[in-house]
């Protein structure tokens, strides 16, 4: 890579770095929106750019060190490809079915002093296959999910007595099979599962204010991505510790100039 | 422990780590002496990483205090390697101070060895995750003591601290490029993305790009002499995402307080 171009891109890296210091320091003094509009779209796209030109124009001589310099490197473009994609292509949404064992026969009966008949009861136990969102346009939007499921029950464990400190979180989720069977896994924090291309997340819970019975906020994800972010990451991980650590450290801290042994440091610890 | 006992505990490591540090500009025959200081500095300090672990049955990594006392620890396992591959022997009383400073400021913490590990840390990525910040918080820290030292110094001093603090960089951030990496994907387990532009998450950010300069300038003979003012500024940074962004970052979901 000549000099000129090694310059321009090493400056627009500094600016990159300069441009999201000042959007960290607005968005720590509480200015809103600062990661949601075109300047930050920009930033990236600078970077990502930056990126490509250093892998195309960079030319390899020591082995280890240019190996190490394409994984990282690509790593990093294969990491933001995939976050553009998901962005683009990608699907998620929220939903807080209620645990059905939350919905006790006091709570039943109070639904129904409200004015909500049996048949509203069986639906809001029953299983769920489609889920409401807001998309992007704002505009309301049903999403089929391909599947049913319900959430059985949910368990809290506490530290303490007087219930303050969570230990655990844990919903059973119930999917129904095509021949009308339960299969119940377990969704904890932390864990999230996978069905029909979903991934199901458990985010909170939530007591509902109007019958009080417990209501279990999930996540639906849907990242066609999520392999090659993955990818990306694991890369951009592994070339920057081949660079590092393969690249020869600075020659002066273990050598004389030209010669052999250690060197001798002046003042204190050094023997 | 007591919080009393773990407090004189704690003084006591970071008077060592004062007087160890204070010792190393003494004779040579005093070098010993440092040494045998800082050991038990570092035994004392391990005492309480190790009384946090028991009392709470899990590697003490989840509150402030914790961390802090582990990273006192990890100083001493960090200057150990650097000292053999790197020979690093200069360095040493830079890491002692450091390790002072650190212990110094969990003294006027509150003792509070007990902590409850909640839901959202209790994940595979959650050790390597916060172990691999604090070996790059360490080096960092020692680099950037280095490079300011450095600015002060005659022309081979100079070059052989500035050069010492580009090792230590070396060392320390693909530890930081793991640490934010691995925190990513545990974002994407937890809070079903990888990236969600929280405070903290912008600040290690920040100061990823700040190393990241240094290294791209260092290889520039026209950029060369900006580059040490950016591990200065990662060091900043580094202060700012670990204690400031905690204290004052608002909604952060890095809060677990």
Redesign the interface.
């Known amino acids: 890579m000549n000099k000129t171009l090694s310059y321009v891109l090493y400056v627009l890296l500094g600016i990159v770095t300069a441009a999201l210091f000042v959007m960290t320091v607005l968005a720590s003094a509480g200015v809103s929106g600062v990661w949601m509009g075109m300047p930050i779209v920009i930033v990236l796209m600078v970077f990502a750019i930056t990126l490509l030109v250093s892998v195309i124009a960079f030319n390899p001589r020591k082995f280890w060190y240019s190996l190490g310099f394409y994984i990282l490197h690509i790593g990093i473009v294969m990491f933001l490809a995939g976050t553009f994609i998901y962005t683009v292509s990608g699907t998620v949404t929220n939903a807080a079915p209620p645990s059905v064992s939350s919905i006790t026969p006091a709570i039943e009966y109070r639904m129904k002093q409200m004015g909500i008949t049996d048949g509203q009861i069986a639906n809001l136990k029953g299983y769920y296959n489609q889920l409401s969102r807001t998309n992007e346009m704002g505009e309301n939007e049903i999403i089929d999910l391909g599947f049913n499921f319900r959430v059985v029950d949910f368990k809290t464990e506490y530290y303490d007595k007087e219930q303050k400190n969570v230990k655990h979180y844990e919903a059973t989720v119930g999917f129904l099979n095509s021949d009308g069977s339960e299969e119940r896994v377990s969704l904890t924090v932390n864990h999230p599962i996978y069905r029909n291309g979903w991934k199901i997340y458990l985010m909170n819970v939530s007591v509902n204010e109007v019958y009080g019975h417990t209501e279990v906020q999930m996540m639906f994800k849907k990242d066609p991505t999520e392999v090659l972010s993955t990818a990306g990451i694991l890369l951009t991980v592994l070339g920057t510790f081949v660079m590092c650590f393969i690249r020869p450290r600075e020659a002066a801290l273990t050598k004389e100039k030209g010669g052999k042994g250690k060197k001798k440091v002046k003042g204190g610890a050094a023997k | 422990m007591t919080g009393t006992l773990l407090r004189f505990v704690c003084l006591g490591a970071a008077i060592l780590y004062y007087v160890a540090f204070a010792t190393?500009?003494l004779n040579?025959k005093y070098?010993k002496l440092?040494l045998i200081l800082w050991c038990i500095g570092i035994a004392l300090n391990g005492a309480i990483v190790i009384n946090n672990w028991i009392v709470n049955g899990y590697m003490p990594f989840v509150s402030m205090y914790q961390v802090l006392t582990f990273l006192g620890v990890t100083f001493a396992m960090v200057y150990v390697y650097i000292r053999y591959m790197?020979?690093?022997?200069?360095m040493?009383?830079y890491f002692m101070v450091s390790q002072g400073v650190i212990m110094t400021g969990v003294f006027f913490m509150a003792q509070a060895a007990e902590w409850?590990?909640?839901?959202?840390l209790?994940?595979a990525f959650f050790i390597p995750h916060v172990f691999s910040y604090m070996i790059s918080y360490c080096l960092v820290a020692v680099a950037s003591i280095l490079t300011v030292i450095s600015f002060f110094l005659k022309k081979e001093?100079h070059?052989?601290y500035e050069?010492?603090a580009?090792?230590l960089v070396?060392?320390g951030?693909?530890f930081m490029?793991?640490g934010m990496?691995l925190g990513?994907?545990?974002a994407?387990?937890?809070?079903?993305n990888?990236?969600q532009?929280d405070?903290k998450e912008?600040?290690s950010?920040?100061t990823v790009?700040?190393l990241?300069?240094y290294l791209?300038?260092r290889?520039?003979?026209?950029?060369k002499k900006f580059a040490p003012y950016f591990v200065v500024l990662a060091f900043v940074f580094e202060i700012i995402t670990l204690f400031f962004?905690g204290m004052?970052?608002?909604d952060s979901m890095h809060a677990y307080n």
């Not at chain 2, 790197?86 to 200069?90: D, M, P, Q, S």
């Not at chain 2, 290889?219 to 950029?223: E, V």
């Open positions: 190393t500009y040579k070098q440092s790197h020979n690093g022997l200069f040493k009383r409850h590990f909640p839901p959202a209790q994940s001093q070059a052989l050069k010492g580009y090792n070396l060392t951030f693909p490029v793991l990496f990513s994907l545990w994407n387990e937890c809070w079903g990888y990236w532009w405070n912008v600040w950010l920040v790009l700040a990241t300069v791209h300038f290889r520039h003979a026209r950029l962004v004052f970052g608002g």
